[in-house]
């Protein structure tokens, strides 16, 4: 009884897999946004202001990360919690592929998100004059917050706490 039980729960962590596959239609809509982007950006090029085309760039640069981000979550987990994924040497393998522990993928999404802020932080300071001190003041909060958090979870992975 115990041993079945046992195999059903090892066998359950294949339910992450379609999760993990869902994440790839965010990827898709990422993708659609960063082109919906681009081709107003292009379309509007001789007329935008230099503030803001910055804005836009920072908006691609933006998506391009959360894109980073999604991909590192869907394989990664996968590999962690699922199965090994198996890539021919001759394909294009990632680097980071194989080598990314829960421990390490929490510190890159930490990170990213922390880099991801600090994407949005520079829009609004882009944009001051159309943004309230108080709100302005609150983003500002809740990226420090992102950051901190993400300083003490390095600080509680590091080895000093490990035996």
Sequence with gaps: MESTFEK???RSRWLL??????????VIALAIMFFREVW???SHIMSIKEADLI????SLIDIAMVGGLLVMVMMSGYENFVSTLTVADEDEKLGWLGKMDSSSLKAKIAAS???ISSIHLLKKFMDLEHIENDKLLWYV???MTFVVSAFLM???DSKLFKK
Excluded at 17 to 26: K, N, T
Excluded at 55 to 58: N, Q, V
Aim: glycine share 4%; hydrophobic share 65%; proline share 3%.
């Design 8 to 10: 059903l729960l090892y």
């Design 17 to 26: 897999a379609p999760i993990y596959f869902g994440l790839s239609f965010a």
């Design 40 to 42: 107003y950006l292009f």
């Design 55 to 58: 804005l836009h760039i920072l």
């Design 113 to 115: 998100i922390v880099a």
């Design 141 to 143: 909060i809740i990226h």
């Design 154 to 156: 390095s600080i509680s």
